[in-house]
């Protein structure tokens, strides 16, 4: 990777604003879309082409979309994947539907990955503050969950496992947290 594409990703990831615009009533929580990250990203590209692209994974009986996101300057390049698993059939949607809704969940992840996205916020910020008066063990359960079944080596797990069971202390969604790790190590090392 040449030392200018590599400043460019630099620039990218140090100036790029992708906030959590979007509130999920269902489960009260702010929540950031693919589509809210692109929207941001492309005046960053600098004469950068990004692209994205999913594929299907069988892994046992169950589907997987491994989103992969490019950025390129033509001569160099830089990737980041990530995966998230079909649920077997979700209320309300054809099959297609949710073919779609995973692909954009593992598209978002993977631009995360790729621009260094970062979820945690400063500590006296107001934002943190208002976070842990809205602290909700199973907001925080659901979003370890999801993100668990995106991870795709153990290491990973472990640390996200950690931060989750920091979060969670003293708290009945502790050991559902410890389930889903235990079941996704399980799957991990499976594969």
């Known amino acids: 990777m040449s030392k200018e594409f590599f400043q460019k990703i630099a620039a990218i990831q140090q100036n790029l604003k992708a906030p959590k615009n979007l509130n999920n009533s269902f489960g009260n929580y702010a929540y950031r879309s693919c589509e809210g990250i692109l ?8 004469g950068l082409v990004l692209s994205i692209t999913d594929d299907v994974i069988a892994v ?18 830089h ?8 649920p077997m059939s979700k209320k309300g949607m ?20 790729l ?9 006296d910020s107001n934002e943190h503050k208002q976070q842990e008066k809205n602290f909700k ?8 969950t999801g993100n668990a079944m995106n991870i ?3 290491k990973t797990l472990k640390a996200e496992f950690g931060k989750t069971w920091k ?24 594969a």
Request: hydrophobic content about 35%; some cysteine; glycine content about 4%.
């Open 39 to 46: 929207e941001s990203v492309k005046p960053l590209l600098d």
């Open 60 to 77: 046992g009986d169950r589907i997987y979309v491994k989103s992969t996101a490019t950025l390129t300057d033509g001569e160099n390049s």
């Open 79 to 86: 990737s980041v994947s990530a995966l998230a698993r079909e």
């Open 94 to 113: 054809d099959d297609a539907q949710v073919t779609g809704a995973t692909s954009s969940y593992a598209r978002k992840y993977c631009l995360n990955g």
């Open 115 to 123: 621009f260094a996205i970062d979820d945690s916020k400063d500590a």
């Open 137 to 144: 063990p199973d907001v925080v359960l659901s979003e370890f």
């Open 152 to 154: 795709i080596n153990i």
């Open 167 to 190: 979060l969670l202390d003293n708290t009945p969604e502790q050991a559902k947290a410890k389930e889903v790790y235990d079941i996704r190590k399980s799957e991990l090392e499976a």
